[in-house]
C-alpha cells in the first residue's frame, strides 16, 4: 500500500497523532503559563487573550489544554518506550529459550495479568500523596509491559525455528547477538501495531487517574481538567468538552493508524476495508 493508495482512515489517523504531537511540542511555547491565575476573570468567555475562556481559578484554557498536551505526549511516550523495550526483551527471551525460562517468565506475566490493569494502577498511584509524572509513568509501566511481553513470546517461537535463526546458532554466535539481531528485528511489526494502540490506552489510564485525583500533580492534565468541567457543566461545557475532545481525537487517531498499521503489517489479518 502505498502513500497514495493509503486509506481514508489511515490519513486522518495519522492528521490527529502528528497534530497532536506538533500542539504538543510547539503549543506551550506561544502560550502563557498554565498557572497564573486572574481571579478577575473567572469562567470568563473565549475571545480577546483567551480564546477558549479561563477556567474556574481564571487560567487561559488553551495554555492549559496546551500544556496538558505535552504532558500526555510525555507520559505515554515514555510509558509505551519502557514496556515497549521491557515486553519485548521478556517475551523473546521466553520464547527463544523456551524450557524453565519460558515457564517463570510467563508465570510472572500470568500473574501481573491476573490483577485488573487500572485497579493495580491505582493502588500504586495511591502510595504517595501528590505524585509526581516519573512516579505515575512508573505505575501504568509495572503491568504495562505484559501485553508486549505476550506478543514477542508468540511471534519468537515461531521465529527460533527458522533457518537464517539456526544458522546463526550452528557458526556459534551468542544468545544476545541472536536475540537482538535475529530474533527482535523480526518481532517489530505485530510490536509496532501494540504500541499504536498502547499509546492511546495510556493517554486514557492517565487522564482517568488525573479526572480521580490520582495522576500527576498538575492542574492542566486533560484528566484534571476534564474533573473540573464536570463541576461546570450547566455553566460552561467547554470547560469539560475542550479537554474531552482533545483525548477523543488523539485516541481515535491511535486506533485509525493501529488498524491500517495491523493490516499492513499482519498479511495474515489484513482486511480489505
Known amino acids: 500500500m502505498t502513500l497514495g493508495q493509503a486509506r481514508p482512515a489511515t490519513v486522518v489517523g495519522a492528521t490527529f497523532l502528528l497534530a497532536f504531537v506538533l500542539v504538543a511540542l510547539l503549543g506551550p511555547a506561544v502560550t502563557s503559563s498554565p498557572l497564573v491565575q486572574n481571579l478577575d476573570l473567572v469562567l470568563a468567555p473565549p475571545g480577546g487573550a483567551h480564546w477558549l475562556g479561563t477556567d474556574e481559578n481564571g487560567r487561559d484554557l488553551l495554555a492549559m489544554v496546551f500544556h496538558g498536551a505535552r504532558l500526555a505526549l510525555i507520559t505515554a511516550g515514555s510509558t509505551v518506550g519502557i514496556c515497549f523495550v521491557v515486553g519485548t526483551l ?26 485488573p490493569g487500572i485497579l493495580l494502577n ?12 516519573g512516579f505515575v509513568i512508573f505505575a501504568l509501566a509495572i503491568n504495562g509491559w505484559v501485553g508486549y511481553a505476550r506478543v514477542a513470546r508468540g511471534q519468537a517461537l515461531a521465529v527460533r525455528e527458522r533457518e537464517y535463526v539456526q544458522a546463526a546458532r550452528a557458526s556459534g554466535a551468542g544468545f544476545a547477538r541472536i536475540l537482538l539481531r535475529h530474533v527482535v528485528p523480526s518481532l517489530l511489526g505485530p510490536l509496532i501495531v501494540q504500541a499504536t494502540f498502547g499509546f492511546g490506552g495510556v493517554i486514557l489510564v492517565e487522564a482517568s487517574l488525573s479526572f480521580l485525583g490520582l495522576g500527576p500533580a498538575v ?7 476534564l474533573a473540573q468541567g464536570t463541576s461546570y457543566l450547566w455553566r460552561s461545557s467547554r470547560l469539560a468538552a475542550v479537554p474531552g475532545a482533545a483525548i477523543a481525537v488523539v485516541v481515535l487517531g491511535c486506533n485509525l493508524l493501529g488498524d491500517s498499521l495491523r493490516d499492513r503489517l499482519d498479511p495474515r489479518g489484513r482486511t480489505d476495508r
Open 122 to 133: 491505582l493502588a500504586i498511584v495511591a502510595l504517595v500523596q501528590r505524585p509526581s509524572v
Open 219 to 225: 492542574p492542566y492534565s486533560w484528566g484534571s481538567l
Open 90 to 115: 521478556v517475551g523473546a527471551t521466553a520464547g527463544y529459550l523456551g524450557g524453565w525460562v519460558d515457564e517463570t517468565l510467563m508465570r510472572l506475566v500470568d500473574v501481573l495479568l491476573s490483577f
